[in-house]
């Protein structure tokens, strides 16, 4: 009956014990559920309260010419752009066609980012051309990197082979680096040669990718007096089709080609 | 008698006052751009684009016996049939920021149905003016709609842009823009 009865009481205990483990583990969940959701809403209410607040006045520049027509332009980056829609005689204005000054407003903003974009991909296509000199000179040294007659301690030739390789690589990522960080001003889809160019990236991405690792497992091979075989095997024909996509998606943004001097 | 000369000069006077009043009327005139196919060329000597643009709007107002004309386009609705050689173009006419090419002329009104119109432009594009004096344009008149083509000789130095380059060659300055045209007065 008594140890019945200790059993009891450990039972208890234990449920106790348990009970207020959970309680414990649950309520600063709970709690802080519900301060993250009232900071939430906080959050949600004084970015309304933000977005609802008027803008400042910004300062009224008036230009000489503007005095002369009697007219007030507004400030900052749509100074210019106010000036040139004001008509030079008595004719007809932009508003006539139908078009307001949000219409014809134009974004020094924007703009700025539309010189960022050209800047950059600019550099992409100067880095792209000069990106084909080391590829194509690892396609040539390409001929000189198996072993010649199961001669495998002569290295120099894919040594070189190795380094230009790893040149075009390098230069690939540098080249591509800048497409992808240029600022996107447009979400229309792509139409013409530069569509097909950005296909072609599927093709070679994953080349500039494999072409390497294949290359290391093929020089690893080699270097422990193997034949190359497996998937290394493929380093050479995933090279050349990486060149190839590669070339092909330098030509698809110059098309179409019509030499006349 | 008295009467009767009274009676004479108000019927003289009323038709009189009513014709004047018509020509009036008449001459107070407005135009509207009903179809607009604008295209402009450029010269690469690896290169030759053309970019056509179909949202040109117009609207012209005669008083006077004269007509002033305007009509604008926005430099994003030319479309070269590459879009990343639109938005080229669109960065380096600046058109994010002067997003509206303006042509205004000045016409008399008796000239209007003429087979060649003779235009002085003034364009307004990337930020600058330039003039273009005598442009020819050829006219047919079909009923009330006015069918207008011609060229307009305008080059990329006249707008102080930068020529854009590929492969370190700059286009050619020369940028003609054909126009074709329809308008019908209202």
Same mark, same amino acid.
């Given at each position: 009956?008594?140890?019945?009865?200790?059993?009891?009481?450990?039972?208890?205990?234990?449920?106790?014990?348990?009970?207020?483990?959970?309680?414990?583990?649950?309520?600063?969940?709970?709690?802080?559920?519900?301060?993250?959701?009232?900071?939430?809403?906080?959050?949600?209410?004084?970015?309304?309260?933000?977005?609802?607040?008027?803008?400042?006045?910004?300062?009224?520049?008036?230009?000489?010419?503007?005095?002369?027509?009697?007219?007030?332009?507004?400030?900052?980056?749509?100074?210019?752009?106010?000036?040139?829609?004001?008509?030079?005689?008595?004719?007809?204005?932009?508003?006539?066609?139908?078009?307001?000054?949000?219409?014809?407003?134009?974004?020094?903003?924007?703009?700025?980012?539309?010189?960022?974009?050209?800047?950059?991909?600019?550099?992409?296509?100067?880095?792209?051309?000069?990106?084909?000199?080391?590829?194509?000179?690892?396609?040539?040294?390409?001929?000189?990197?198996?072993?010649?007659?199961?001669?495998?301690?002569?290295?120099?030739?894919?040594?070189?082979?190795?380094?230009?390789?790893?040149?075009?690589?390098?230069?690939?990522?540098?080249?591509?680096?800048?497409?992808?960080?240029?600022?996107?001003?447009?979400?229309?889809?792509?139409?013409?040669?530069?569509?097909?160019?950005?296909?072609?990236?599927?093709?070679?991405?994953?080349?500039?990718?494999?072409?390497?690792?294949?290359?290391?497992?093929?020089?690893?091979?080699?270097?422990?007096?193997?034949?190359?075989?497996?998937?290394?095997?493929?380093?050479?024909?995933?090279?050349?089709?990486?060149?190839?996509?590669?070339?092909?998606?330098?030509?698809?943004?110059?098309?179409?080609?019509?030499?006349?001097? | 008698?008295?009467?009767?000369?009274?009676?004479?000069?108000?019927?003289?006077?009323?038709?009189?006052?009513?014709?004047?009043?018509?020509?009036?009327?008449?001459?107070?005139?407005?135009?509207?751009?009903?179809?607009? %196919?604008?295209? +402009?060329?450029?010269?690469?000597?690896?290169?030759? /684009?053309? &970019?056509? $643009? !179909?949202?040109?709007? @117009?609207?012209?107002?005669?008083?006077?016996?004269?007509?002033?004309?305007?009509?604008?386009?926005?430099?994003?609705?030319?479309?070269?049939?590459?879009?990343?050689?639109?938005?080229?173009?669109?960065?380096?006419?600046?058109?994010?920021?002067?997003?509206?090419?303006?042509?205004?002329?000045?016409?008399?009104?008796?000239?209007?149905?003429?087979?060649?119109?003779?235009?002085?432009?003034?364009?307004?594009?990337?930020?600058? %003016?330039?003039? +273009?004096?005598?442009?020819?344009?050829?006219?047919? /008149?079909? &009923?009330? $709609? !006015?069918?207008?083509? @011609?060229?307009?000789?305008?080059?990329?130095?006249?707008?102080?842009?930068?020529?854009?380059?590929?492969?370190?060659?700059?286009?050619?300055?020369?940028?003609?823009?054909?126009?074709?045209?329809?308008?019908?007065?209202?």
């Amino acid at each position: 009956m008594e140890i019945q009865g200790r059993t009891w009481a450990g039972v208890t205990r234990v449920l106790i014990g348990g009970l207020c483990f959970t309680i414990l583990c649950a309520v600063p969940g709970r709690l802080a559920a519900q301060i993250s959701q009232q900071q939430g809403i906080q959050v949600a209410s004084s970015k309304a309260e933000t977005l609802t607040l008027p803008d400042a006045p910004l300062p009224v520049v008036v230009t000489k010419s503007a005095l002369n027509r009697g007219n007030t332009l507004s400030s900052g980056s749509s100074l210019l752009t106010h000036a040139q829609n004001q008509p030079p005689s008595n004719g007809p204005s932009l508003s006539d066609l139908g078009l307001s000054p949000a219409d014809t407003e134009g974004s020094a903003a924007r703009q700025a980012l539309m010189d960022r974009r050209t800047h950059m991909l600019k550099i992409h296509q100067r880095l792209g051309l000069i990106t084909v000199i080391p590829v194509a000179a690892a396609c040539i040294s390409s001929a000189g990197a198996p072993p010649e007659k199961g001669n495998y301690s002569d290295t120099t030739s894919r040594d070189i082979h190795v380094a230009l390789g790893a040149t075009a690589v390098a230069m690939y990522a540098a080249t591509a680096s800048y497409a992808i960080r240029a600022p996107r001003v447009s979400h229309e889809p792509a139409r013409g040669g530069v569509k097909w160019h950005k296909y072609l990236i599927y093709i070679h991405a994953p080349g500039m990718v494999l072409t390497p690792i294949l290359g290391a497992m093929a020089y690893n091979q080699i270097s422990s007096g193997q034949k190359v075989h497996g998937i290394a095997s493929a380093h050479g024909a995933v090279a050349a089709a990486t060149a190839a996509s590669y070339g092909a998606a330098i030509l698809a943004v110059s098309w179409p080609i019509h030499i006349k001097f | 008698m008295n009467k009767f000369s009274l009676f004479a000069t108000l019927l003289l006077t009323v038709p009189a006052y009513t014709l004047l009043n018509a020509q009036a009327s008449a001459s107070d005139q407005t135009w509207k751009l009903d179809q607009s %196919t604008l295209t +402009y060329h450029m010269s690469h000597p690896m290169h030759e /684009v053309d &970019g056509t $643009s !179909h949202a040109a709007l @117009g609207t012209g107002k005669c008083h006077a016996g004269q007509c002033d004309f305007l009509v604008a386009v926005a430099v994003k609705s030319f479309d070269s049939g590459d879009s990343n050689r639109d938005l080229h173009m669109i960065q380096t006419t600046r058109g994010a920021q002067f997003p509206y090419v303006q042509v205004r002329f000045r016409l008399s009104q008796a000239s209007l149905n003429a087979s060649t119109l003779d235009c002085d432009l003034e364009v307004q594009f990337a930020g600058n %003016t330039a003039n +273009y004096s005598h442009v020819t344009f050829q006219q047919t /008149v079909q &009923g009330a $709609s !006015h069918h207008i083509t @011609g060229v307009v000789p305008s080059t990329v130095s006249d707008f102080k842009i930068d020529p854009p380059t590929f492969l370190t060659i700059p286009i050619k300055n020369a940028i003609p823009v054909r126009v074709d045209m329809v308008w019908h007065a209202e």
